[in-house]
């Protein structure tokens, strides 16, 4: 089974200007998702899909294919990566280079490791899992402490049913222990990106879990995202995995 890695990244961002080209730790940001994807051993093939030249140039200085161009209505702030991925698929088909499994990685994802890279990939290798995603704990805004804004800005629980004003809730290690998807991995294989008519994730029935820790979880969206991962770059809190060189 062959792999395909789809790195997407627009020239416009709204909450970071410019972000996939700002520097952190020395390089562009969108350079820490090629230079993991190219290193991970089990990745037939690395593109990039965009619709900015000057991310395109960055992307073949770091050996990362640019082989179609991203159409204008797939790189509008709406547009879910997931319909930018699925057009990738195609495209690769059309150029006679199918793929098999279909890595969706974000480059605002920085300090993900390769090894969670090459476990989404071989979880649907090697097993009957449909996809692989990249999840992340729940810490301190727990769906069971959810509130629902209702007239003049009075509130009430969103989830009716449990009582989180319980007193065997008062403590946050006392809420279960669940998980969100992080954004950072989406592994699929093919069938449900041919399927997938813009309803739902196209994740399948069979799903399995990439768990993240703290740093790898970091998504840069806004300027405290940026800033905050500026910060665990220049204080030392990253290891050699989180963190990679040129």
């Known amino acids: 089974m062959k792999v395909l890695c789809v790195i997407s990244a627009r020239g416009g961002s709204k909450g970071v200007p410019g972000k996939n080209l700002k520097n952190l730790n020395g390089m562009p940001l969108i350079a820490h998702a090629f230079i993991k994807a190219k290193r991970a051993k089990n990745i037939d093939q690395v593109i990039c899909s965009t619709d900015s030249s000057d991310i395109e140039n960055l992307a ?5 294919d640019v082989p179609f161009n991203r159409p204008p209505e797939l790189a509008v702030d709406s547009t879910p990566l997931i319909s930018v991925t699925q057009h990738a698929m195609l495209e690769m088909d059309r150029l006679e280079k199918p793929y098999d499994i279909i890595v969706q990685f974000s480059p605002t994802c920085p300090f993900i490791k390769i090894k969670n890279l090459e476990e989404s990939v071989n979880n649907c290798l090697n097993s009957e899992c449909d996809s692989a995603v990249s999840l992340q704990k729940i810490e301190h805004e727990h769906p069971y402490r959810a509130r629902k804004i209702i007239e003049n800005n009075y509130f009430e629980n969103f989830i009716k049913d449990i009582n989180v004003e319980d007193k ?23 069938f449900l990106l041919e399927k997938f008519d813009g309803s739902d994730f196209a994740m399948g029935k069979k799903r399995k879990a990439i768990f993240l820790d703290d740093y790898e979880s970091v998504n840069i969206d806004t300027m405290i995202d940026f800033e905050f991962a500026e910060f665990l770059v220049n204080n030392n809190k990253l290891d050699n995995e989180h963190l990679i060189n040129k």
Not at 168 to 189: A, E, F, N
């Open 168 to 190: 065997k809730y008062h403590s946050r290690q006392d809420l279960p222990l669940l998980y969100c998807t992080s954004g950072g991995i989406y592994t699929r294989k093919r």
């Open 60 to 64: 073949k200085n770091y050996d990362v």
